[in-house]
């Protein structure tokens, strides 16, 4: 049961341009968001995180948005440089004690930023 | 660099083999979760321990095991292995097991089952 979505398994953008990528969970005891970034032979990176108390976080040239009432985020990468291809996994977890430490991946967007 | 190293790099097993992978946390992280990354797939939570003790466990079966080590160090223990374990074995470290603790992620062990 994928409790986390991304249907884009791929992305192709522009460099300078704005890279948009989506999310949709189904899990409503979902309140902690996450993104990671992946280049290959390398593990996961940790690159943003959203809590369900806020719409949007910003970091630099990253922003979060979380639309709870549509379970949807979606990462704002503005502008796309050539170091930013790589996959991009969208992650959730709860506060739950039982679900501590569980994060829920989604499959991942490969994003490839050309010149 | 993430600071948090796996052995070994790659690893090829044979049906019904078992096998043991290693993990060393960032110094001062308690907390080492497990992860199963099939091909064309995110991470899948196998379990999460902390201070030596299991402490959640995904949608794995018992032949799934780990343990952690004082000096920040953890294996993943697999029985019986099975051609669909084929999959980049993840292990995060953290410095405490809440959901908002950040995870570090290591480089992977890639494990072959023929």
């Known amino acids: 049961d994928q409790q986390v979505k991304q249907n884009s398994p791929s992305l192709s953008v522009q460099e300078g341009r704005i890279s948009i990528l989506n999310c949709d969970y189904t899990?409503?005891?979902?309140?902690?968001f996450l993104w990671y970034k992946k280049y290959p032979a390398e593990g996961p990176t940790f690159l943003i995180s959203?809590?369900?108390?806020?719409d949007k976080n910003e970091d630099g040239r990253f922003t979060v948005f979380l639309n709870k009432s549509a379970k949807h985020l979606s990462l704002h990468i503005v502008p796309s440089q050539p170091g930013d291809s790589a996959v991009y996994f969208c992650?959730?977890?709860?506060?739950?004690?039982?679900?501590?430490?569980?994060?829920?991946f989604g499959a991942g967007t490969q994003v490839v930023v050309t010149p | 660099e993430t600071g948090v190293t796996q052995s070994p790099t790659h690893l090829i097993k044979t049906r019904g083999q078992q096998v043991t992978l290693r993990c060393s946390s960032q110094s001062g992280h308690n907390t080492v979760s497990w992860y199963q990354q099939a091909l064309g797939q995110g991470p899948q939570f196998i379990f999460q321990y902390y201070r030596e003790e299991e402490n959640g466990r995904g949608n794995f079966p018992p032949r799934f095991s780990g343990l952690q080590f004082p000096n920040y160090s953890s294996e993943l223990n697999v029985n019986a292995l099975e051609l669909d374990d084929s999959a980049l074995y993840l292990c995060?470290?953290?410095?405490?097991?809440?959901?908002?603790?950040?995870?570090?992620f290591g480089p992977g062990t890639r494990l072959l089952v023929l």
């Open positions: 995060a470290s953290s410095k405490g097991q809440g959901a908002r603790e950040t995870q570090y």
């Open positions: 992650a959730a977890s709860s506060d739950l004690t039982s679900s501590w430490g569980k994060l829920q």
């Open positions: 899990n409503s005891m979902f309140d902690y």
């Open positions: 959203i809590s369900s108390i806020k």
